[in-house]
């Protein structure tokens, strides 16, 4: 079901518009187009984006480099609406309104209700968002209907029993978070196997952090495979799995890109000797205390410090995994160039609020304070 979904057949590699080429505030459009024309011409179709990525302009970028370009059948669009702000139906519709006015269209392929968990179903209860979400597939504006997921499996599984109207879900999956007692990859998955959901994979390289990985782990991967990239590992990993629609990747660059479709053009799962490999990785991998963030800056946006939470939490794991305190220093100070420094946090817990990772935001800030500063 998941590789011909309800008749629309999806490679398992797809453009996430999350973490785009940027020149200065503003999306690098044309990097964006070039990026967007090889991922076609290699026979992916599936781009994703949600009202709130890159303060709105994803969506616009996607109506730029790839609907105002392309047949509307020759790809699918997937948005998701946020529920932390809205009140109502009405606000409902005009936020569902604006995001296919921002991507120029008449229909999303895939909606979802976004970054769901305990406190946002009770939202969807009141604000009755599941009937929202029926009524849009209903009227055709949205063809499938789901939503993206970071709770417990318990959790999960409430909202598949509640809610078989819901077509597919969206989760976080990697191999480093396969066993993590706070993320459940493993669990929440079996939970959608055991309803017969189908699921879309996000961060399968954890925001980007399963990329840069200790010489230790690159050199168990080059010895397994010098052809492959780091990375490569990871996206392979999660589009193994059965019941896979398609792995979201967040390019950032043509090379990023270029290297994606490289192994995912004519995709090969794992074999049990790769499995063995990066089972050693997770192994390295769990004897280092880093910090769990995938940089998806929704803790951002509410700080009133203006303080850029992920720039400072990858120069703290930078030092975590190299030891090296000047180069960490050096990316915290890039870090807070424009913000707020990691001591200037006041403790309000807005940021803690929206974290999917469910990181404890204050007491790392205070932690990168007395790391990387002075």
């Not at 044309?30 to 990026?35: A, F, G, S």
């Given at each position: 079901m998941a590789d011909?979904?309800?008749?629309?057949?999806?490679?398992?590699?797809?453009?996430?518009?999350?973490?785009?080429?940027?020149?200065?505030?503003?999306i690098d459009i044309?990097?964006?187009?070039?990026?967007a024309d090889t991922f076609m011409s290699k026979g992916f179709t599936y781009f994703?984006?949600?009202?709130?990525?890159?303060?709105?302009?994803?969506?616009?970028?996607?109506?730029?480099?790839?609907?105002?370009?392309?047949?509307?059948?020759?790809?699918?669009?997937?948005?998701?609406?946020?529920?932390?702000d809205l009140m109502g139906a009405a606000e409902m519709e005009s936020t569902f309104q604006e995001s296919l006015d921002r991507a120029g269209l008449k229909y999303y392929d895939f909606y979802l209700l976004h970054a769901m968990d305990h406190t946002k179903v009770?939202?969807?209860?009141?604000?009755?968002?599941?009937?929202?979400?029926?009524?849009?597939?209903?009227?055709?504006?949205?063809?499938?209907?789901?939503?993206?997921?970071?709770?417990?499996?318990?959790?999960?599984?409430?909202?598949?029993?509640?809610?078989?109207?819901?077509?597919?879900?969206?989760?976080?999956?990697?191999?480093?978070?396969?066993?993590?007692d706070n993320v459940q990859s493993r669990k929440c998955y079996e939970v959608a196997r055991k309803y017969n959901v189908p699921v879309i994979i996000m961060e399968p390289v954890?925001?980007?952090?399963?990329?840069?990985?200790?010489?230790?782990?690159q050199k168990l991967y080059r010895e397994a495979n010098p052809e492959l990239s780091v990375p490569s590992w990871a996206v392979r990993y999660a589009a193994s799995l059965d019941g896979v629609i398609t792995v979201l990747s967040g390019m950032s660059n043509e090379e990023q890109l270029n290297d994606n479709v490289s192994y995912m053009e004519n995709f090969q799962p794992l074999s049990d000797a790769e499995r063995e490999t990066v089972q050693k990785a997770v192994e390295i991998l769990n004897t280092l205390p880093t910090i769990p963030c995938t940089g998806c800056k929704y803790c951002v946006d509410g700080c009133p410090q203006k303080i850029n939470i992920p720039g400072i939490f990858e120069a703290m794991n930078e030092y975590i995994l190299y030891n090296n305190l000047e180069r960490a220093k050096h990316s915290y100070e890039n870090a807070v160039k424009?913000?707020?420094?990691?001591?200037?946090?006041?403790?309000?817990?807005?940021?803690?609020?929206?974290?999917?990772?469910?990181?404890?935001?204050?007491?790392?800030?205070?932690?990168?304070a007395a790391t990387l500063e002075g």
């Open positions: 011909r979904y309800l008749g629309e057949s999806i490679k398992k590699l797809g453009f996430g518009l999350m973490r785009l080429p940027m020149l200065g505030e503003e044309e990097q964006v187009k070039k990026m994703d984006t949600a009202y709130v990525y890159i303060g709105g302009k994803s969506e616009v970028a996607l109506k730029e480099a790839v609907v105002d370009r392309y047949p509307r059948d020759s790809f699918q669009c997937a948005t998701k609406l946020p529920l932390w009770k939202k969807a209860d009141e604000i009755d968002a599941w009937g929202f979400m029926k009524r849009i597939k209903e009227e055709g504006r949205a063809k499938h209907i789901g939503f993206s997921f970071h709770d417990s499996a318990e959790v999960l599984e409430g909202i598949l029993a509640s809610h078989p109207e819901m077509e597919f879900v969206q989760l976080q999956i990697n191999y480093a978070d396969w066993e993590d954890k925001g980007g952090s399963l990329a840069t990985m200790p010489e230790e782990i424009e913000g707020g420094k990691a001591s200037d946090c006041i403790q309000c817990g807005a940021c803690e609020a929206h974290c999917p990772q469910h990181i404890g935001i204050i007491e790392t800030l205070e932690k990168a």
